[in-house]
């Protein structure tokens, strides 16, 4: 009986070293893995922070007005979010290769997913950031187009502008991201909608008068007399 | 060929016939004897420009002259299309006086209304005969007309490029063969420059090559309308190609040299002081509200001391209002070394010196509202004296930005 037991443990030790004897170098082969990612992952940090500080990325991010909202969230300059995303996709795909190699099935299954997502949310932050990018460019090409044209509530309009483009870069990325997609695109087309025929309505029915008046005063009589008085400046 | 007249136009059917008839007459009288070629490059007139000045015949002229050419005037008319008219318009307008072989070539506007014969005279003879490189013109103006060659691009391009050229930005200028060939080399055809203000990047690079520079009367300065020169597209020809050029000519203008008058031929300057309608008031609420609205902007260009003087003169009623020199020539420097570091778009820059210009032009009106022709010259000699003393500020600037 004794003898039985024993050789039921000892069958059991072999089979856990055995286990552990296949399963040793795969665990080293992933921890190798790992640790040449990490030293990629480090190399591509580096060089992409310095190429987007030759490229003067963080000006760009400050034009946009991404540094202020990066500042309000406690997170670090553009470049150096951008570099430490780039570390940290790179490092989890190498991670990765390193769990395959383990062969976990279940555990394999929810990173592989969690990755798939990864280059979803870059694209969405990418299309964010640009969109901020342009809505700055343009609310400020609007905002010193109507002040030199002396038009009235120049701010209104260039804020006007970058609201559209923000809310058309919000509804962009959210629907890369998968999330909500039907109803942020249901309240885009609703507000965006409600926005053209308020206008509409507001030119077309109620202020039809004074429209007429406005732009034939904006566009004729007063801009006449305006060219008049101007002074030829060469 | 002697002698080559570029004539490029886009639809200026009202007044190119005057003008060819104009240049053929002064070619007759003053170069009879000369090989000489018209050149009209056109940017696709939808007009009848092109059957104009294949219409204006070397006939008319004789008969209403008594005028032979004893050679014949010829006129070659060219279709371009794309790129920035001008500039397209230039580049085959050297091209063909390169290729002509010719010894001194002029342009002129389409759009000069009140040309004479004696302006072909005036432009082509320093260069054909007295070997001057670049002749630029002297207009005589209301004393309120070219406010902003007056008061940002002549005393600039005087205080950094150490030339006393009056007229940097012109549209009639005459040129010798040598600088002919020399553009044609040089980066002033840079995209980089906005593809505007070609007439400007053409004195820039004489005086940067060293060439021979001189100016000539022309007389009155007419504009077809008064207000038809659109004061942003205006600044991005001189003030933004002016700004432009300060990155590749840095070791020119950084040098400190003393400013140099250029031969002139006539009078230096004319003045008029006929009564003319001005609205001050529009151009007092521009700046105004342009310093009120485009603060941000504004905050990304000036320096906050600057800026807050820019900010209180704003608050002053109409009467006290008052942009002093030193102030105007502290932001003029200021946009020049952020246009230099792209603090943002370089032609958002430009544009929003706009409204601080109108500032300085309200000042300048309030000033020499009854100034005579020598207190005007006065005035615009004080501002040049001013950018010329505050040159090192510029230095700094770009230096420290760098």
């Not at chain 1, 950031?129 to 809505?135: E, H, P, R, S, Y």
């Not at chain 2, 009155?220 to 205006?234: E, F, N, Y």
């Not at chain 2, 190609?241 to 203008?253: H, I, R, V, Y």
């Amino acid at each position: 009986m004794w003898e039985m037991i024993m050789g039921e443990l000892d069958h059991a030790m072999q089979e856990l070293a055995r286990n552990f004897a296949h399963f040793l170098p795969r665990l080293l082969a992933m921890l190798i893995i790992a640790l040449l990612g990490w030293v990629v992952a480090y190399v591509l940090k580096i060089s992409l922070r310095g190429i987007l500080r030759i490229a003067k990325f963080d000006k760009l991010s400050d034009n946009a007005g991404a540094t202020q909202l990066l500042n309000k969230l406690a997170l670090p300059s553009s470049s150096e979010l951008l570099s430490r995303v780039v570390f940290w996709v790179v490092w989890l795909g190498f991670i990765l290769l390193g769990v395959q190699v383990l062969g976990i099935v279940g555990l394999q299954e929810h990173i592989a997913r969690t990755f798939l997502y990864l280059p979803r949310l870059f694209v969405a932050l990418l299309i964010f950031f640009f969109g901020l990018v342009a809505a700055s460019f343009f609310s400020r090409a609007v905002l010193l187009a109507s002040v030199n044209a002396g038009s009235p509530s120049p701010g209104l309009l260039a804020t006007l502008i970058r609201t559209i483009i923000v809310i058309f870069a919000v509804t962009m990325a959210f629907e890369q991201l998968g999330l909500a997609e039907r109803t942020i695109l249901i309240a885009f087309a609703i507000a965006f909608g409600a926005l053209m025929l308020g206008l509409a309505i507001a030119f077309g029915i109620g202020g039809r008068d004074l429209a007429k008046q406005f732009l034939e005063r904006r566009f004729s009589k007063e801009k006449q007399e305006q060219r008049q008085d101007e002074l030829s400046p060469l | 060929m002697d002698l080559l007249v570029g004539v490029p136009t886009q639809n200026n059917a009202k007044t190119v016939g005057e003008v060819v008839q104009a240049i053929r007459l002064g070619l007759l009288k003053f170069f009879p004897r000369e090989r000489v070629v018209i050149v009209n490059p056109d940017g696709g007139s939808k007009d009848s420009t092109r059957d104009v000045i294949a219409a204006a015949s070397i006939n008319d002229v004789q008969r209403s002259s008594d005028l032979y050419a004893l050679r014949t005037l010829h006129c070659i008319s060219t279709v371009y299309d794309g790129g920035s008219g001008t500039e397209v318009a230039l580049r085959a307008i050297l091209a063909a006086a390169e290729l002509l072989r010719a010894k001194a070539c002029t342009i002129v506007s389409p759009e000069s209304i009140n040309i004479t014969p004696d302006w072909i005279e005036r432009l082509l003879r320093p260069v054909y005969r007295d070997n001057f490189d670049l002749v630029t013109p002297l207009y005589r103006r209301h004393k309120f007309d070219g406010l902003l060659l007056r008061n940002l691009v002549y005393p600039m391009t005087r205080a950094l490029y150490a030339k006393r050229v009056r007229e940097p930005y012109a549209v009639e200028f005459a040129f010798s063969g040598r600088l002919g060939s020399h553009l044609l080399e040089q980066q002033i055809w840079d995209q980089a420059a906005g593809g505007v203000g070609t007439e400007m990047r053409v004195t820039l690079a004489a005086i940067a090559g060293d060439f021979r520079l001189g100016q000539t009367f022309l007389g009155t300065k007419q504009h077809l309308d008064r207000g038809s020169a659109d004061l942003v597209p205006a600044m991005r020809q001189t003030v933004g190609t002016l700004f432009w050029s300060l990155e590749p000519n840095f070791q020119l203008w950084s040098a400190s040299r003393a400013t140099e008058s250029i031969p002139t031929f006539g009078a230096e300057s004319e003045l008029t002081a006929e009564p003319i309608r001005v609205n001050r008031k529009r151009l007092y609420q521009l700046f105004s509200s342009g310093v009120s609205e485009l603060e941000p902007v504004l905050r990304s260009i000036l320096s906050p001391q600057t800026l807050t003087e820019i900010q209180a003169i704003a608050k002053l009623g109409e009467d006290d209002f008052r942009y002093s020199h030193e102030l105007w020539v502290k932001t003029a420097y200021e946009f020049a070394a952020s246009y230099h570091k792209s603090v943002i778009n370089r032609d958002h820059i430009i544009q929003a010196l706009a409204p601080l210009y109108r500032g300085k032009v309200y000042t300048f009106l309030l000033e020499n509202r009854e100034a005579s022709a020598d207190e005007i010259e006065a005035h615009v000699e004080a501002l040049c004296l001013t950018f010329e003393r505050m040159k090192p500020y510029l230095l700094d600037l770009w230096n420290a930005r760098e």
